[in-house]
């Protein structure tokens, strides 16, 4: 066993040896300019068409509607800024969710400030978005719909199909954040009504600092970054080549062994669940209990602060997260777990666990019983958890 047991596998993950040794050769031997004319940059140049037709054949998109960036972050950003100015004239209402990642969150922000307005709609108790609520939000001038695909934090899976079905039944643009659904789960743009979507390599066991961002043929919106002609004109700056290659490999790996690695990552999740539910009391799982991200599990432990949990999981060697890797150091709890109603004192007290197909069932056994130990710990010197315990005796 390792000396580390990494469990946060929804803030990054290891990238697969066989993407880096795919992305070297790109770095010192076909180093050129994929923009440049001549020969030598033609292995980069070709390598691009190729890595974009096998992200474009993973999600059943059109080549041509690739679109690479630096990460999921950009390319929510572009999403929601170039349509918001490209429809302005139509409208200014765009309909989100209060559980979305900050990418989408931030963004909107900026864009009421500029006067655009944004209907950001409830979920339920295990982060399902309120369909009925999202329905009645549509307006004549709504010109985009953006829903994640799945919960960066409690792993929630969204009725995606569903809602893009909604939004096209009434010509608004479709945007899904699927940076943590991405390499994990199955996607066909055409048969979910996905109209742009995001996604990130460092997610699914690709290099960190390059993402995609998929644009259906049809909308037409601006470009994000202003400069030189790369992406066919609409995401200037030169290609991170490696990047891209280590992207379309990760792609290539996934479309291999997806199913066998999240029946794996399910079974060892369960296990999990299972343990920590039976053996830790005054213990909630957040999330949907079945429809979630086969290696997603995020907790609630009453009595005890969540920050606290987590330097002593550190210091047995254990890597976890109370939330978002992008708010790791803020003090507020979690949004998403505010928004499926749990209150501000147990919110706090949230450790999220995500796995890998590379853990063991060792590796949870050793994790679960570390936990009991600091849970217990934690719990004995907590005034509120000795008076909870006093007025069930009395």
């Known amino acids: 066993m390792s000396d580390i047991i990494y469990l946060d596998n929804a803030a990054t993950t290891q990238t697969n040896p066989e993407v880096y040794e795919a992305m070297k050769p790109y770095f010192d031997e076909y180093y050129g300019n994929a923009s440049s004319i001549y020969r030598f940059a033609g292995k980069a140049t070709k390598a691009i068409d190729d890595a974009r037709e096998t992200v474009a054949n993973f999600i059943g998109a059109k080549s041509k509607e690739i679109y690479f960036t630096s990460g999921g972050s950009e ?17 200014k209402h765009i309909i989100t969710t209060k559980i979305e990642h900050h990418a989408i969150l931030h963004t909107c922000d900026y864009l009421e400030k500029l006067g655009f307005e944004i209907t950001y709609i409830n979920v339920d108790e295990n982060g399902v978005v309120k369909i009925d609520e999202l329905k009645e939000s549509i307006r004549e001038d709504t010109i985009l719909i953006s829903v994640m695909f799945a919960n960066n934090e409690i792993g929630t899976i969204e009725p995606i199909k569903e809602i893009g079905q909604i939004a096209h039944e009434k010509g608004i643009i479709f ?38 961002m998929y644009l259906r043929e049809s909308v037409k919106i601006g470009s994000f970054i202003h400069g030189g002609s790369q992406e066919r ?47 830790i009391p005054y213990t909630k799982l957040n999330g949907h209990p079945e429809n979630r991200l086969t290696n ?94 006093k007025a069930r005796v009395n």
């Open 175 to 212: 945007h899904t954040d699927a940076v943590q659904a991405f390499g994990h789960v199955p996607i066909n743009v055409d048969e979910l009504n996905i109209d742009i979507l995001s996604a990130s390599g460092h997610k699914f066991n690709g290099p960190k600092g390059v993402g995609i």
């Open 233 to 279: 004109g609409k995401r200037a700056g030169t290609h991170n080549t490696p990047g891209i290659i280590g992207f379309a490999k990760a792609t290539e790996i996934a479309s291999e062994n997806m199913i066998e690695k999240s029946e794996y990552e399910k079974k060892l999740r369960d296990y999990l669940i299972n343990r920590v539910l039976t053996e």
């Open 75 to 91: 390319s929510d950003n572009w999403a929601l800024k170039a349509t918001a100015f490209a429809k302005k004239d139509k409208g």
């Open 296 to 389: 997603n599990t995020n907790f609630s432990f009453r009595f005890i602060e969540g920050e606290s949990l987590l330097i002593m999981l550190d210091q047995k060697g254990i890597c976890g997260s109370s939330g978002s890797a992008c708010t790791s150091g803020s003090l507020d709890p979690s949004h998403v777990l505010l928004a499926i109603g749990l209150p501000h004192e147990i919110a706090h007290g949230s450790l999220r666990l995500t796995l890998s197909d590379s853990n063991t069932k060792e590796e949870i056994d050793k994790v679960v019983d570390d936990l009991k130990q600091i849970v217990e710990r934690l719990r004995s010197m907590s005034p509120l958890y000795e008076d909870f315990v």
